[in-house]
């Protein structure tokens, strides 16, 4: 079936340097959509990007993915971490469009950012 | 305010003991979902409805039973919790259920089964 995975349970940075979120899939429909959500401590789960279109980046508060159905992954970047960004970081597959609709998730990274 | 809304926010219980969440979106949207997020912050759908009809129904105990008046409130019931059920209950909705439309998540109900 349908999965998503997150290497990296934790992702520990100083602030300033590059943030790299590691998202692979796995599906046996062509017409994938990617997401990543983030959830901030005691504060709702929310959507940070999403994309269906594959090779076209994808750019949200200062956060950017680009989806590549080659090697079916959806890694989120920002080149520079700040304190505020930590959070746990969800990357999420929807199940074939039109179908049921549901997500399928990763196992969600966190992201700690160091003074 | 247009958001999702959840009640309550935290619950205590024995095992064996029935408890009920509920959850309500001002959003006007049609699709609604529960999902689990265990204390490894796994986080996996249970249920989804859209316009009250059930779309979704992961393989889930059938002690969890998903209850929908109209396409604004979708409340999930357990009967006789088990200290497994411990986890936060998220509750989210979006337009539609084609799968491309963001989800918005409501702040969670905490359970803790003693």
């Known amino acids: 079936g349908d999965s998503v995975t997150q290497k990296e349970g934790l992702v520990t940075l100083t602030e300033g340097l590059p943030v790299m979120l590691n998202c692979t899939y796995q599906t046996i429909y062509s017409n994938a959509f990617l997401f990543w959500y983030v959830h901030y401590l005691n504060e709702s789960p929310r959507l940070l990007l999403k994309?269906?279109?594959?090779?076209k980046r994808t750019e949200h508060q200062g956060f950017h993915a680009t989806l590549h159905k080659s090697s079916s992954s959806f890694h989120l970047q920002k080149s520079s971490a700040q304190l505020s960004d930590s959070a746990l970081y969800y990357c999420a597959l929807s199940d074939l469009p039109g179908n049921t609709g549901k997500l399928i998730f990763g196992l969600g990274t966190t992201l700690q950012v160091q003074p | 305010e247009t958001a999702v809304f959840q009640t309550p926010n935290y619950h205590v219980t024995q095992v064996g003991n029935e408890v009920s969440f509920n959850c309500k979106q001002t959003l006007g949207h049609d699709t609604m979902y529960w999902y689990k997020q265990d204390s490894k912050k796994l986080l996996k759908i249970m249920f989804s409805y859209n316009n009250k009809q059930l779309i979704v129904n992961e393989t889930v105990p059938r002690r969890f039973s998903p209850q929908s008046s109209d396409k604004a409130h979708l409340n999930l019931r357990i009967k006789s919790v088990e200290p497994e059920d411990s986890a936060v209950y998220l509750c989210?909705?979006?337009?539609?259920?084609?799968?491309?439309?963001?989800?918005?998540f409501g702040p969670g109900t905490r359970l803790l089964v003693l």
């Open positions: 994309s269906s279109t594959d090779n």
């Open positions: 989210a909705s979006s337009l539609d259920w084609g799968g491309q439309d963001t989800q918005y």
